[in-house]
C-alpha cells in the first residue's frame, strides 16, 4: 500500500507519504496520501485554483445536493445545528461583536447570530447560496472565496464549519483568516474527523475534500498560521473535530513534523478493513439514527411556510400555528 508519492506536504513540507486509496466514494480515479512527517491526508495531485473556483462558484451545490438554494429538511437541519453552534461558542461572543462565516452556504448560522444581537457578515462561493441567503434572508453575504475580499482586522469571531478540507491551500486560507480577527479574537474550525471509525473506510474520500485532519493537524494548521489553539474537542459521536483558536500575536510555528501522528493514524488506518465496518455494532446505530432524524427532519420542515419560517422559530421568534417545535 505505500509507495512513492510527489508533491510536498503543505503542513510540514515533507516528500514523503504513503498511499491511502486510489479511488474516490463513486469509484473514479482518485489518489489520496497520508504524510509521513505529519499525518496529514491529502489529495494528489489536487485541482488548480482556477478549476477550484470554478468548482465551487457554478457546480458544488448542485452536484452535491442537487439545488441552488437549500431544501426546506436542510434549512431545519443547519437551523438546529447552528442553535447548538452558538450556544457551545456563547463565552466568546457578545451582542454587538462582528461576527464573520466563511462558506455561509444557506445562511443559517448567520441569521441566527444576527438575531443573537450580533453584527453578521458571510461569503459564500456558491452564486446560488450566497444570492439566496443575501435576497431571501435580508443577510450580509458577500459572493466568492476569502481571497476575493479584505476586510482587515475587524471581527471577533471567525467561522470555517466544514470549510478548511476543501481549500487548495488550508495554511494560507488560515493565515488570511487570522488576519482579520481583532486582538483576542477567535477563529472556530469544523472539519471531518478522519479518526472517526462510524463510516465505511471508502467512503471517506471524494474529491471535494482535499484534506483530512485529525485533532493534532488541525491543531499545528492553526499554529502555522500564528493563532493560538485554545481547544480541539471531536463531536459526541466522533465524526467532527471543532478547535477553537485565539489571535493573541503569537509568531507562526515552522513546518515541522507531527511526531507520531503518522504512525497513529497508519494504525488505525489498517486496523478499519470494510468488513470490521460492516460488522460493528455502532454502524448500525449509527445508521438507523441517520434514518430516523432524515425522517422526523422532513416531516418537521413540512409544517413550516418558508424557509425563513423555520430560521424565525429556532431563533425564538415565535412558531407559526401548526407548526410544532423544532
Ligand atoms: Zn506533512
Redesign the pocket.
Known amino acids: 500500500m505505500q509507495a512513492e508519492v510527489h508533491g510536498e506536504?503543505p503542513?510540514?513540507g515533507?516528500h514523503d507519504a504513503a498511499i491511502l486509496s486510489r479511488r474516490a466514494r463513486d469509484g473514479s480515479p482518485l489518489t489520496t496520501v497520508l504524510?509521513h512527517?505529519?499525518g496529514?491526508g491529502r489529495v494528489e495531485p489536487r485541482p488548480s485554483p482556477a478549476e477550484l473556483t470554478a468548482f465551487y462558484r457554478d457546480r458544488y451545490r448542485l452536484d452535491y445536493k442537487g439545488l441552488l438554494r437549500p431544501a426546506r429538511y436542510h434549512v431545519l437541519r443547519a437551523a438546529r445545528l447552528a442553535r447548538e453552534r452558538i450556544q457551545r461558542l456563547s463565552d466568546l461572543i457578545a451582542p454587538g461583536d462582528a461576527v464573520l462565516d466563511v462558506g455561509a452556504g444557506g445562511g443559517e448560522f448567520l441569521y441566527l447570530v444576527r438575531a443573537a444581537g450580533c453584527q453578521a457578515t458571510g461569503i459564500e462561493p456558491n452564486l446560488g447560496y450566497a444570492g439566496y441567503a443575501r435576497d431571501e434572508l435580508g443577510l450580509d453575504v458577500l459572493p466568492g472565496f476569502p481571497e476575493d475580499h479584505d476586510f482587515g482586522p475587524r471581527f471577533r469571531l471567525v467561522t470555517l464549519f466544514h470549510v478548511l478540507e476543501h481549500l487548495a491551500d488550508p495554511l494560507e486560507g488560515l493565515r488570511r483568516l487570522a488576519g482579520w480577527l481583532l486582538p483576542g479574537g477567535c477563529l472556530v474550525v469544523e472539519v471531518p474527523n478522519f479518526e472517526f471509525a462510524c463510516q465505511h473506510p471508502a467512503h471517506r474520500f471524494h474529491r471535494a475534500h482535499l484534506f483530512h485532519f485529525n485533532s493534532a493537524t488541525l491543531r499545528r494548521c492553526g499554529e502555522r498560521a500564528g493563532l493560538t489553539p485554545v481547544s480541539t474537542a471531536p463531536s459526541e459521536d466522533g465524526g467532527v473535530l471543532t478547535a477553537i483558536f485565539r489571535m493573541d500575536g503569537a509568531a507562526p510555528s515552522p513546518p515541522e513534523p507531527v511526531a507520531g501522528n503518522f504512525e497513529r493514524l497508519w494504525k488505525l488506518e489498517c486496523e478499519r478493513p470494510p468488513i470490521r465496518y460492516w460488522l460493528a455494532p455502532a454502524t448500525w446505530r449509527h445508521t438507523a439514527a441517520r434514518l430516523l432524524r432524515m425522517t422526523e427532519e422532513h416531516l418537521s420542515a413540512r409544517r413550516f411556510p418558508s424557509r425563513r419560517a423555520i430560521l424565525d422559530a429556532r431563533a425564538g421568534r415565535g412558531t407559526p400555528a401548526g407548526a410544532g417545535r423544532i
Open positions: 506536504c503542513l510540514c515533507s504524510c512527517g505529519c496529514l
